[in-house]
């Protein structure tokens, strides 16, 4: 039984795929940044979490700073 979500997160490229799978195999929309464009500034991974409303996960120690 699997229970739908809303829940979207957008994946940072330094951020290893096993988490992207996990969260997609829980049923969470992710999008990849990897796969969007990986040279994407991190004002842009902002602006796409905000107009998809969705929670960004990182490992870059200085992101948006």
């Given at each position: 039984?699997?229970?739908?979500?809303?829940?979207?997160?957008?994946?940072?490229?330094?951020?290893?795929?096993?988490?992207?799978?996990?969260?997609?195999?829980?049923?969470?929309?992710?999008?990849?940044?990897?796969?969007?464009?990986?040279?994407?500034?991190?004002?842009?991974?902002?602006?796409?979490a905000?107009?998809?409303?969705?929670?960004?996960?990182?490992?870059?120690?200085d992101?948006?700073?």
């Open positions: 039984m699997t229970t739908e979500t809303s829940l979207k997160f957008i994946i940072d490229v330094g951020v290893g795929r096993s988490i992207e799978e996990w969260l997609k195999s829980q049923d969470f929309k992710v999008i990849a940044i990897r796969f969007v464009n990986p040279e994407m500034e991190d004002f842009q991974i902002v602006q796409i905000n107009a998809e409303d969705g929670v960004i996960i990182t490992m870059d120690k992101f948006e700073n």
